[in-house]
């Protein structure tokens, strides 16, 4: 098996789980909306990532899978499954409560639980125990960051054109901190093409991350139904061991 292959999932959690979904909720209105991504890297099917979310009443709710596949599944046999439930204060404010995820491969299992209080994270918890990582960040010192299944939906839901590649975020999954920003924008062929930077900030080993910088890019297409809004049709972004595209299979 691929030792680049084995360490997108084992080693870039935090990336990994930057895929997808979405509800979004417009004048008293649900709009419902799942995701099926198939994730690949140099033309090797490495994973899928499917997600829900349920957005009402100036709340959320997500949960997600991520599964290994290919030679990756059948190696590892990887699945992460995770859920987040928080408040909307406005579409580019999401604020997370708390968030749960199990992680089990052929090696071991970990659970982890996450809260936050004032916006600010209150309790961490890994069982049986945390990774060892000497450059781990104090979680408690953190001061409105989000959860990297939250700045998932931020990212990815649908938005309308007004919305379209603006904002940025702090995300934080314990132990690093990463930022999330748009940067610019670009129509081609009637898709629009948002563009932008993961930064890794914190909590990283200086030697494995000399570059810290890392683009990405998410493209949506106009929804036919509603021709302001927008939806995800695929997202691609690098990390330290190239490009991972994620493609949608299912659309609006």
């Not at 200086?206 to 997202?235: H, Q």
Request: contains cysteine; glycine residues 6%; charged residues 20%.
């Amino acid at each position: 098996m691929s030792k680049n292959i084995r360490s997108i999932a084992l080693t870039s959690y935090p990336l990994n789980s930057l895929f997808v979904l979405s509800f979004t909720f417009f004048c008293g209105v649900l709009y419902a909306e799942e995701f099926s991504f198939n994730l690949s890297t140099k033309g090797i099917s490495f994973g899928s990532f499917e997600m829900v979310s349920e957005e009402q009443n100036r709340k959320y709710q997500v949960s997600s899978v991520f599964e290994s596949t290919g030679i990756l599944g059948m190696f590892t046999k990887i699945k992460v499954v995770s859920g987040v439930h928080g408040r909307v204060s406005s579409w580019n404010d999401l604020r997370p409560k708390e968030v749960l995820s199990k992680w089990k491969s052929l090696l071991n299992s970990k659970q982890s639980r996450i809260r936050y209080k004032n916006n600010r994270l209150s309790h961490y918890e890994v069982l049986p125990k945390p990774r060892d990582n000497p450059f781990a960040i104090d979680p408690y010192q953190l001061q409105g960051s989000i959860d990297p299944l939250t700045v998932t939906y931020w990212m990815l839901k649908r938005r309308k054109s007004g919305q379209l590649c603006l904002g940025t975020k702090k995300v934080s999954e314990g132990q690093s901190l990463i930022s999330v920003d748009f940067q610019k924008k670009k129509l081609i062929d009637g898709h629009m093409h948002c563009q932008g930077l993961f930064t890794f900030l914190e909590g990283f080993d200086p030697s494995k991350f000399k570059n810290r910088k890392f683009s990405f890019n998410l493209i949506y297409e106009n929804t036919k139904s509603m021709p302001d809004i927008w939806s995800v049709k695929s997202m691609s972004f690098y990390t330290r061991i190239g490009l991972i595209t994620a493609v949608r299979n299912n659309s609006n």
